[in-house]
């Protein structure tokens, strides 16, 4: 069984960093493209970044673009999201999702980890 | 990048046939066969439907369908049933390692 677990999120003050992780199992996690997307609760799903199998191309939203990092451990089946500079509408549940199909096909998805960002 | 434009809301009575549209431009829906849907019920994650435009995850009844034509997407769910009711998002490959998600629709079964 496919399973994706996000951790790591938590409230922190604009300016801070978190690092979100998501632990893979059930399926070859260095064969697959991994996603990013954040949802404000109540409101819609927004990508936020994908990389490669082999960690080699990233691609990133315009609105985290400098500020984040995406990365991955294919020895320990674990995707990252470095997020510096954090501001208020960084503020959402944040998913990890391997690909499926296609590029914007995002099959298996985790059940999110919070993060707030507030003073 | 802006989000692929659906609308707000739709709906339609059990057994019906109801139809979401998701439009984009050149450079993303218009650009490549790479179109998703997906479904999320209240408090859950969501769930894929539809890749590549038309193809359906093993699973996911033939009840739904996807097409495209130009800049446009649709996603039909025909035979409306109560568990339909959810909110459906489509994405779309933008090129350059990007994607990007439309706004969300919700569907009410009435």
Known sequence: EVQLVESGGGLVQPGGSLRLSCAASGFTFSDYWMHWVRQVPGKGLVWVSRISSDGRFTGYADSVEGRFTISRDNAKNTLYLQMNNLRADDTALYYCANTYGDPAGCGHWGQGTLVTVSS | ?110
């Open chain 2, 1 to 110: 990048q802006s989000a692929l434009t659906q609308p707000p809301s739709a709906s339609g009575s059990p057994g019906q046939s109801v139809t979401i549209s998701c439009t984009g431009s050149g450079s993303d829906v218009g650009a490549y066969n790479y179109v998703s849907w997906f479904q999320q019920h209240p408090g859950k994650a969501p769930n894929l439907l539809i890749y590549e435009v038309s193809q359906r995850p093993s699973g996911v009844p033939d009840r739904f369908s996807g097409s495209k034509s130009g800049n446009t997407a649709s996603l039909t769910v025909s035979g409306l049933r109560a568990e339909d009711e959810a909110d459906y998002y489509c994405s779309a490959y933008a090129g350059s390692n990007r994607v990007i998600f439309g706004g969300g629709t919700t569907l009410t079964v009435l």
